[in-house]
């Protein structure tokens, strides 16, 4: 049994490996692996909100969504963690009284029903308003 599955991650690696058949190999595989990704993203996004929400907290400004938030993101977020777990980057969304987290899930489109959001209210200081 312990060398079949040896075997099966082997040939697994294999056609991970190989470009050609890296989609086929995804595609069959996305149903078992984006439930965990979409929990790996979603605990990342919580550690993202709970920095945000302390930088309220201590009356400093959020970076600006867009390109400002990413470069938040690269100095404060080491390694992969910018990215969610398809790769692309998350987006800051900012209303009056909250904040929003947002990745473009698994089919990676924007706006589309697996996105996944985490928002937050904010107490912003007087002097924002």
């Known amino acids: 049994m312990a060398r079949a599955i040896l075997l099966l991650l082997i040939l697994l690696g294999?056609?991970?490996y190989f470009p050609k058949t890296r989609p086929v190999v995804v595609d069959t595989l996305a149903p078992v692996l984006n439930p965990v990704l979409t929990w790996q993203t979603k605990g990342e996004m919580n550690r993202i909100g709970r920095e945000l929400e302390s930088l309220t907290r201590q009356g400093s400004d959020l970076p600006p969504p867009g390109e400002s938030f990413q470069n938040w993101m690269g100095k404060n977020f080491l390694g992969g963690a910018k990215t969610d777990a398809w790769g692309l980057p998350y987006t800051l969304k900012v209303w009056r009284d909250s904040i929003g987290i947002v990745s473009n899930g698994?089919?990676?489109?924007?706006a589309t029903v697996d996105?996944?959001?985490?928002?937050?209210m904010t107490r912003r200081s007087e002097r924002r308003r």
Do not use: F, M, N, R
């Not at 698994?106 to 924007?110: A, G, L, R, T, Y």
């Not at 996105?115 to 937050?120: E, F």
């Open 115 to 120: 996105d996944i959001i985490l928002s937050t």
């Open 14 to 16: 294999a056609a991970l």
């Open 106 to 110: 698994p089919d990676k489109e924007i």
